[in-house]
C-alpha cells in the first residue's frame, strides 16, 4: 500500500470525513475494506450464475470465493480488535486480509486456461 492511495481512500469514504481521531478513520477504513471484500465475493457470484464462464475461470472464482470469505473474517477480526485497543492483533488481521486479491489473482495463473475476470475488483487494497 502507499501513502497516495491511503489519502485517495480516506478522502472517497464519506465515513472518514466527519471522523476526528485515527482510530475513527482505521475503524472507517476497515468497514470500507470490509465491504469491497463482499462487493467481489458477490461480482465473482454474479458471474458464476451468469454460467459464462469457462471450467476453469469457474474453478477459480469458487476458490477465489473463497479466499474473499476468509478476508472479510478477518477484517471483521481486525475491527473488533482495533475497537478493543488491540492494535497488534488487528494489524495481523488486516495483513492476513490484504493478501486476498493477490491469492486470488495467483489462483487464476495457477489454473490452466483461466483468466481473471476480477482483476480490476482485486485491486481494492492496492
Given at each position: 500500500?502507499n501513502?497516495?492511495?491511503?489519502i485517495?481512500s ?8 466527519s471522523?476526528t481521531?485515527i482510530k ?7 468497514k470500507n475494506?470490509?465491504?469491497n471484500t463482499?462487493n ?5 457470484k454474479?458471474?458464476?450464475n451468469e454460467?459464462?464462464?469457462s471450467?476453469?475461470n469457474k474453478?477459480?472464482?469458487?476458490e477465489?470465493?473463497?479466499v474473499y470469505?476468509?478476508?472479510?473474517s478477518s477484517?471483521n ?5 482495533a475497537k478493543?485497543?488491540d492494535y497488534?492483533?488487528a ?6 486480509a490484504?493478501?486476498?486479491p493477490r491469492?486470488c ?6 489454473i490452466?486456461?483461466a483468466?481473471s ?8 487494497f492496492?
Open positions: 500500500m501513502y497516495e492511495f491511503c485517495k480516506l478522502e472517497s469514504n464519506p465515513h472518514c470525513k471522523e481521531s475513527g478513520l482505521v475503524i472507517a477504513s476497515m475494506a470490509a465491504f463482499i467481489v465475493e458477490r461480482i465473482a454474479t458471474i458464476l454460467r459464462k464462464a471450467p476453469g474453478a477459480a472464482l469458487h477465489c470465493i473463497e470469505k476468509d478476508a472479510n477484517l477480526k481486525a475491527l473488533t480488535n478493543s485497543h497488534r492483533i494489524n495481523e488481521d488486516l495483513m492476513a490484504f493478501d486476498a491469492i489473482e495467483d489462483i487464476f495463473k495457477q490452466k486456461k483468466k475476470l476480477i482483476r480490476d475488483e482485486n485491486n481494492l492496492q
